[in-house]
C-alpha cells in the first residue's frame, strides 16, 4: 500500500498552475513509481515552458496542436518562436505534428455525433475536467510519435482555455491501444495529482 496526496481546486483555469508545477515538481521527487517525462498540452508553448523550467532535469514534451489545427484556426506551428527557443534551450521536446486522439474521425466533422471518440471524449471531459482530457490525449499523441516511451509511467498535465489545472500519473500506450484487453499495455491511470473539483465542460476546445 502506497498513500499520497491530490491537490484539489475550487475552479478550473489557469490561476491554478502554479500550484500544479509545485505538485509535479513534488511528485518528480517521489521515487516509486519513477516517471520517465512530464507531458504537457500546449498551444503556444508558454505553460509547457513553465514546467520546464521547473521540472528541469526531467525530460518535458511539449505536445501542441497538429496540422489540421490550421484548418480550425488557420495557423499552424501554434507554439511562438520565442517560447519555442527556450524549449528547445532547455532540451524540451516540441509535439506538433500528432494528430488528435480524441477529434479525429474517419467519416469526417457530418460523422463525429456518432464516432465513440467523441463519445469518450464529451466523458472525459465531464467526468473528469476539460483539463484531465487534454492530459490524456497529450499522453497518447506524445507516445504516438515517440516522444514518449510506450508502456512506462510519464506525468500529464492539461488545462481549461490556458494555463494547466491538472496532472497525472498514468502508463503510456499508443492510442490504438488505449482500450486493449492486454492489461500490461492498456492506458492506465495510476496517479491524480492536481485536480478541480468542478468541471467546465468545453468539448470544443483541443488543447490548453
Known sequence: MQKGTCTYFD???PQNTQ???DAVVERLAQSEPTCEAVVVGSTSGLTALKFARAVTPAKLVCVSEPPSYAEVEGRWPTVQERYGQEL???KAEVVNTAPYVFHSYVGGEDAETQAPERTLRE???????????VAVESIL??????????YRPVIGVGGFHRG???????????????LSSDAEKSFNLMEIIAIPRNKSADPRRRLA
Open 19 to 21: 500550484n500544479v508545477i
Open 123 to 133: 466523458f472525459l471531459i465531464s467526468a473528469f475536467g476539460n483539463g484531465f482530457k
Open 11 to 13: 475552479e478550473p483555469g
Open 141 to 150: 499523441m506524445a507516445t504516438s510519435v515517440g516522444a514518449a516511451k510506450p
Open 164 to 178: 494547466a489545472d491538472t496532472a497525472i500519473v498514468a502508463r503510456t500506450t499508443f492510442p490504438n491501444r488505449l
Open 88 to 90: 528547445k534551450r532547455l
